[in-house]
């Protein structure tokens, strides 16, 4: 299991403003995003092939692979916090890659059970 890094806790800091937002309201905004660069883009392209690990170099390529196609998304943040919410368990959402985006959500579910617990 990979170890979060500050890269990890810096999106899940971004996000932290949306997540007592409704879900779908944030989807419906990323969609309703004239601007966003995934929005004529093949869904597909979100995802992995399925043979894919993530070992070493691949998973530098494949961050750089969503980096670019999520570029400067005026709603990368919504699209983040949306699919945290939604329980996303697949694809690269908000410029993150599917291998991070796994971490973050792990993240944000450790820190939920925490504060349930602590309630």
């Avoid at 879900?23 to 660069?37: D, G, K, Y």
């Avoid at 004529?40 to 390529?61: H, I, K, Q, Y």
């Amino acid at each position: 299991m990979r170890r979060p890094t500050s890269f990890h806790f810096q999106r899940l800091a971004e996000v932290c403003g949306y997540l007592d937002d409704d879900p779908w309201a944030l989807q419906s905004t990323v969609e309703n995003e004239p601007s966003r660069p995934c929005r004529d883009a093949d869904p597909e392209r979100f995802f992995p092939p399925d043979s894919t690990r993530f070992l070493g170099d691949d998973l530098l390529v494949e961050r750089e692979r969503i980096a670019n196609l999520c570029g400067d998304c005026p709603v990368r943040t919504q699209c983040l916090a949306g699919a945290l919410l939604r329980g996303e368990a697949y694809g690269s959402w908000g410029g993150v890659s599917q291998p991070d985006y796994h971490i973050i959500r792990r993240v944000l579910r450790e820190d939920q059970d925490r504060r349930q617990e602590a309630a």
